[in-house]
């Protein structure tokens, strides 16, 4: 198993503020959670070295492999947007054919589909796709944005267990970032909690979900949280 990612200190600010001052593991599978505005696109941002200019990024990692393009995946946020429309599905990501002939097979796509413009497909290919891709290389962290806002409530639990499933074969950790904890309960076996840019409770998800410890987490939980059996 890859061993966990620490971020042992990480900080961003403006010339004026502080925006994010969080530290956490990403170990297995993690969410990164918290509302709008709570610096969870900043952290992702930082992780992948795309911090817009005027932000100051401190950030102190541990882990046993560089962060880099090589060994990070990201999936964005919504899989329509970041394709390419006018370039054929094989030509927008960068590996061997053979390669990107497995991933298909990997993600349950047909590889006829390679040969087809993203407008060609459903929605649920193209999140297919977008996964595909973000494996192009072997990667060792696997991000994601929020990767299943764009999509209907049944792709949404077939793309989280296609993702799960693939984290088990293909051994790699997951930062999952939402806002929202119900997304999460069956993918993810911890998770982090942020607001503002600080930490608010960190730890096990079904231990969290059982026993709250802060009052945001409990407000959370009950806002996103119906009664949903889940099974870690
Ligand atoms: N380039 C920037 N310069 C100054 N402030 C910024 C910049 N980018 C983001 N912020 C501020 O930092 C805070 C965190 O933003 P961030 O985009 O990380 O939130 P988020 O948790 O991802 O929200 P959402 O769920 O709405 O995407 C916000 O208050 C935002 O206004």
């Known amino acids: 198993m890859t061993n966990a990612v620490e971020i042992k200190k990480l900080t961003i600010t403006t010339k004026e503020k502080k925006l994010v001052d969080i530290s956490f593991k990403i170990e297995e599978s993690t969410a990164l959670i918290g509302q709008s505005g709570s610096g969870k696109s900043l952290t992702l941002k930082s992780i992948l070295n795309l911090l817009p200019s005027n932000l100051e990024l401190k950030l102190e990692v541990d882990s046993d492999f560089e962060l880099s393009s090589k060994t990070i995946g990201f999936i964005p946020q919504n899989p329509f947007t970041s394709l390419s429309p006018m370039t054929k599905i094989k030509e927008q990501f960068f590996c061997q054919k053979e390669r990107k002939e497995k991933l298909f097979d990997l993600v349950g796509l047909d590889k006829k589909l390679l040969d087809r413009f993203p407008s060609q497909l459903s929605g649920g290919q193209l999140q ?73 409770e960190k730890g096990n998800t079904i231990e969290i979900l059982k026993e709250p410890k802060s009052s945001y987490t409990k407000e959370l939980i009950n806002s996103t949280f119906n009664n949903k059996e889940f099974r870690k």
Not at 163 to 180: A, R
């Open 128 to 200: 297919r796709v977008v996964i595909a891709i973000a494996l192009s290389n072997e990667i060792k962290l696997l991000l994601l944005d929020e990767p299943t806002t764009a999509l209907d409530e049944n792709s949404k639990k077939v793309i989280l267990e296609l993702i799960y499933k693939l984290q088990k074969e293909l051994n790699f950790l997951t930062l999952f970032v939402t806002h929202d904890i119900n997304s999460i309960i069956d993918v993810c076996k911890n998770i982090v909690i942020i607001k503002d840019g600080e930490l608010i």
